[in-house]
Nanobody, 121 residues
Framework: QVQLVESGGGLVQPGGSLRLSCAAS????????MAWYRQAPGKERELVAR???????NYADSVKGRFTISRDYTKNMVYLQMNSLKSEDTAVYYC???????????????WGQGTLVTVSS
């Protein structure tokens, strides 16, 4: 069974930077897409950035030019570099994979448990 674990969250001042990481455990045959979502208090979960295999990266308008999603193909890890952070970026950040197992079949989806990012002075 594949599990995802995020790390790198914490408290940062406005204008600061953080780098989130997401590591997968378990056996993954291939990855269709990796993504970061976030959920602020009292709000619905929203897509922050998505990196499909062989496709174009897309970002939420609110983070374009400030956040960068990247992937380590050898380790099945995904990262989110967050610069020029704002108070409105405060949220729990979740990584998300769509992948195929070695047993074939339809793509499967897995979520991490989330990591809290707090942007405050």
């Amino acid at each position: 069974q594949v599990q995802l674990v995020e790390s790198g969250g914490g408290l940062v001042q406005p204008g600061g930077s953080l780098r989130l990481s997401c590591a997968a455990s378990g056996i993954i045959f291939s990855i269709n897409a990796m993504a970061w979502y976030r959920q602020a208090p009292g709000k619905e979960r929203e897509l922050v950035a998505r990196l499909p295999s062989g496709g174009s990266t897309n970002y939420a308008d609110s983070v374009k030019g400030r956040f960068t999603i990247s992937r380590d193909y050898t380790k099945n890890m995904v990262y989110l570099q967050m610069n020029s952070l704002k108070s409105e970026d405060t949220a729990v950040y979740y990584c998300n994979y769509w992948y195929r197992s070695r047993f074939g079949g339809s793509p499967l989806e897995v979520w991490g448990q989330g990591t809290l990012v707090t942007v405050s002075s």
